[in-house]
């Protein structure tokens, strides 16, 4: 068997394994541990404040995935129990209490905090919390107790799998990457069809922004980072006038339909043209090396580019549950989106959608691109004619 | 070795898949959240509500308590908000979005969410309520309003007074985008003064209730409707300013920009509406 081969194959296995793990993790969080006291030391915990139940459960959960089998932890002014924990009639805790993966039964006096994850809080009659109580992935239940501060319960994420890894992990887990990767397939196949859609009937003007992406390309980015400062309050001011104009009112909803779809289809049409562009050189380069490329159409050109921009998400979306890696990945697909489309929003604008190939590098217009020039200008591997200084004519043939 | 190559790709397809697919865990993210106070000698306070989306329901609570949140959420899209500053007097319930979940591709995504707040009746209350897309549904009735501001985006919220307000009220303002609301039981908020801002949505207020003193409603509308629906006998006196702005004057005397309802000097009690609307109507239906 190849290497490629045992790479798959060891590839599957992981997969496999990680999500067996993750499943039995997941029954395991339902399971309760013989009731024990947490050994001092480690980490500690602060109960002080129960605002952010969230984050206290993340840490908590953490904590308790380290140290599995042997944890330490630390409350500070406080204890922490493993397991299932009675504060008996009479007794007294002094501080803060954590449960973990238990319930807290209270007939007696808590003088402060209680907090338990994955168990209910029961107040049984006459027990006293004198502070707050708070339930993560379980309830606060009162049978006659009386907590003097707040009461919060946060329930458990619904499935094995969220309770034991809560939910933000459970955001980011294999659900979210197919929903993920189902709009990203939809947004593709979206822009594949409206760049079809504008090779079709509008493929001059997506070569032309498409060259003037390419050729002006700073240019284009510059002029595209300003359109976007300057589009709102443009569009703000122009609704203003109408407004004070009183009569331009009337027109003021089809002014803003209008400026939106024309936003939407510049933004679009400069994205598109400049995924044409990316594909054009990129397929170009493979014919000037030789390599087989199939033929060389703005079809050919526009799937080219738009399939480099999706790898960048598609990354992505198959390693966002990876912790930083993920965001440093989002990160960098969203900043290439970003300066793809705002130098496609200023190749558009530069070129008028497509109509003054100004700063497309056309030096010569398309009818003066005649066989007897072509014949006469070098056109690969050797320098071409230099433009004459002063926008000439066509330079004379070469004797 | 051209088919063990194929058989192990068609296995690392297939196991790719299976980590993608959603496991019935993932599947389902609504998560419960409760949050209360005991009321403990506290005379007076400041509820801000926050919701985002979903089912809002707000009520007078029992007696003994404070408030008291039950929440059902999008955990993969929101978070809850429950935080009492004590030195402010100020609670902050609901929930919050943080931004993630990814792309939505179908309805069913939208997991409903529903939020029951509930209010303690016996202290002086000021209620600040933002409702993003939702639909919310406000109970005053019986509780201490002192101050009400309501923000509507694009919810259709019913308001509604049932019983008259035991306190004060100063003023109360609801702004609206484009969504409806409606309040019903107006004379009962005690309220002296009303301030509704809409945009395109419509507003629908029933001017129905035991007044403790005379009122008046400022409303602002770009191009929404406004529905007053007022018992006869009640004094109404609308003054329009605006462009292009309709009012249905049946039964109204005229002058000028105002319209004055028969009977409105000797109506024991009588309501100002001032309308400011660039194009939106306004309608008085008696009952």
């Known amino acids: ?399 | 070795m051209r088919r063990t190559r194929s058989g192990a790709c068609a296995l690392g397809a297939l196991t790719l898949l299976s980590a993608l697919s959603p496991s019935p865990a993932a599947a389902q993210t609504l998560r419960d959240f409760e949050y209360s106070r005991p009321l403990r000698g506290e005379r007076a306070l400041r509820a801000r509500v926050e919701f985002a989306a979903g089912t809002l329901i707000l009520r007078p609570g029992p007696a003994g308590r404070l408030y008291q949140l039950a929440l059902e959420y999008d955990a993969e899209r929101f978070r809850p908000i429950g935080g009492y500053d004590a030195a402010a007097g100020e609670v902050r319930l609901g929930v919050e979005g943080i931004g993630g979940g990814g792309i939505r591709v179908d309805r069913r995504s939208a997991l409903p969410q529903t939020a029951l707040v509930e209010l303690a009746p016996a202290v002086d209350l000021a209620l600040d309520v933002a409702i993003g897309a939702a639909e919310g549904s406000l109970e005053l009735g019986g509780l201490r309003l002192a101050e009400l501001d309501l923000k509507n985006g694009a919810s259709r919220t019913t308001v509604s007074f049932s019983g008259p307000n035991p306190g004060s009220c100063a003023a109360a303002s609801v702004s609206s985008g484009a969504g409806e609301v409606t309040v019903t039981g107006l004379g009962n908020s005690g309220c002296r003064q009303w301030r509704f801002d809409g945009g395109v949505g419509a507003v629908n207020i029933d001017l129905g209730g035991a007044w403790p003193a005379d009122g008046r409603i400022a409303l602002s509308m770009a191009l929404g409707g406004v529905t007053l629906r007022a018992p006869r006998g009640l004094g109404l006196r609308v003054t329009m300013n605006g462009f292009l702005a309709d009012f249905d004057a049946e039964g109204f005397s005229r002058s000028g920009k105002t319209y004055t309802s028969a009977g409105y000097e000797k109506a024991p009690r009588r309501v100002e509406v001032e309308v400011n609307s660039a194009m939106g109507g306004v309608t008085v239906e008696w009952r």
């Not at chain 1, 404040?49 to 140290?67: F, M, N, T, V, Y």
């Not at chain 1, 390309?217 to 300003?226: E, I, N, Q, T, Y």
């Not at chain 1, 790898?311 to 390693?319: M, V």
Request: a positive charge; proline letters at 5%.
């Open chain 1, 1 to 399: 068997m190849r290497s490629v081969d045992r790479a798959l194959l060891l590839a599957a296995l992981l997969f496999g394994l990680v999500g067996t793990a993750a499943h039995a993790g997941g029954r395991r969080a339902g399971q309760t541990p013989a009731p024990q006291a947490v050994p001092a030391g480690g980490p500690t915990v602060e109960l002080a404040k129960l605002d952010d139940p969230l984050r206290l459960e993340e840490q908590l959960r953490r904590l308790l995935r380290q140290g599995n089998g042997t944890l330490r932890l630390s409350v500070s002014n406080g204890h922490a129990r493993l397991g299932d924990f009675a504060v008996g009639p009479g007794e007294t805790v002094p501080g803060d209490l954590l449960v973990l993966k238990g319930d807290a039964d209270l007939f007696g006096r808590v003088s402060g905090n209680v907090v338990t994850l994955d168990g209910d809080i029961v107040l049984h009659s006459g027990a006293t919390v004198t502070g707050s109580a708070l339930a993560i992935g379980g309830r606060v239940r009162d049978r006659g107790g009386v907590v003097q501060g707040e009461q919060r319960s946060l329930g458990a994420a619904a499935g094995a799998e969220g309770a034991g890894r809560g939910p933000r992990a459970a955001a980011g887990g294999p659900g979210t990457a197919l929903t993920r990767l189902a709009g990203f397939v939809g947004v593709f196949l979206t822009l594949t069809l409206l760049g079809f859609g504008m090779v079709l009937v509008a493929q001059p003007n997506l070569e032309t922004i498409s060259d003037t992406a390419a050729h002006s390309a700073l240019r284009s980015f510059v002029a595209g980072l300003l359109a976007q400062v300057l589009v709102l309050p443009t569009l703000g001011m122009v609704v203003t006038g109408l407004v004070l104009s009183v009569v331009g009112i009337l027109l003021v909803p089809f002014v803003a339909i209008a400026a939106a779809l024309l936003l939407f289809a510049t933004i679009v049409g400069g994205f598109l043209a400049v995924a044409h562009a990316m594909g054009e050189t990129r397929v170009r380069r493979r014919m000037a090396r030789g390599l087989a490329a199939g033929s060389a159409n703005s079809y050919r050109y526009l799937l080219t580019g738009l399939g480099g921009i999706a790898a960048a998400w598609l990354g992505w979306i198959l390693f966002a549950w990876v912790p930083v890696a993920g965001t440093v990945m989002f990160l960098a697909a969203f900043l290439a989106t970003w300066l793809l489309a705002t130098t496609g929003f200023g190749a558009c604008l530069l070129s008028r959608a497509g109509i003054k190939p100004a700063f497309a590098g056309r030096y010569l217009p398309s009818e003066a691109v005649t066989d007897e020039y072509l014949w006469a200008t070098p056109q690969f591997g050797v320098t071409a004619a230099r433009r004459p200084p002063g926008g000439g004519p066509t330079p004379p043939r070469r004797s």
